[in-house]
Structures are given as structure tokens and as C-alpha cells.
């Protein structure tokens, strides 16, 4: 059975060129990437389980002090609110 030239014509034009499909194809692998880049940004802000504490700036250290020099002139603390404020320099809580 032979088809007709009006079947061909709506079959090409249906079909995507090779230049279409390779357009698809680098716009897919473009989001890809993208996609790769911003997961691996997010690995990248959050720290993981066992990594080194950043160093202590000079105004936290600062901040740190102010702190235990305030704590060090509460004279009662029922509720025990500070017990967790050592100078070890680790918060328990």
C-alpha cells in the first residue's frame, strides 16, 4: 500500500530534525548540571558531622567573655538557666 504524499508530509513535520533533538539534548544537560551545581553548593554551606569548628573571630571571643563575666556575677540561679555556661569553651545544650 502506498502512502500518500499528504501522510509523508505530516510525518515530517512531526518528527523532530536531528538539530532539534540535539538542541533538546544540551538544554536537558544544561538543567542537569545546574541542578549538580546547586546540590553541590548546598554539601557545601552545611557542615558536616565531625568537621573542625571555624575559627573564633576576635568580637566572638570578645562576645564569649562579656558572657562569662556576666555569668560570673549572677549570684542565684534556681532554675539553673546558666549551668550550662563553663569556661571550657563547649555548650552543653
Request: aromatic share 6%; charged share 10%; with cysteine.
Amino acid at each position: 500500500a502506498a502512502s500518500s504524499p499528504h501522510s509523508t508530509i505530516a510525518l515530517l513535520a512531526t518528527a523532530p530534525s536531528a538539530g532539534a533533538a540535539t538542541a533538546m539534548a544540551m538544554a536537558a544537560l544544561s538543567l542537569l548540571l545546574v541542578a549538580v551545581f546547586f546540590l553541590a553548593c548546598s554539601v557545601a554551606t552545611h557542615a558536616l558531622p565531625g568537621a573542625p569548628e571555624p575559627a573564633a573571630s576576635a568580637a566572638s571571643v570578645e562576645d564569649y567573655n562579656a558572657l562569662l563575666s556576666f555569668r560570673s556575677l549572677v549570684r542565684g540561679d534556681p532554675s539553673r538557666a546558666l549551668a550550662s555556661w563553663t569556661s571550657s569553651g563547649a555548650h552543653d545544650g
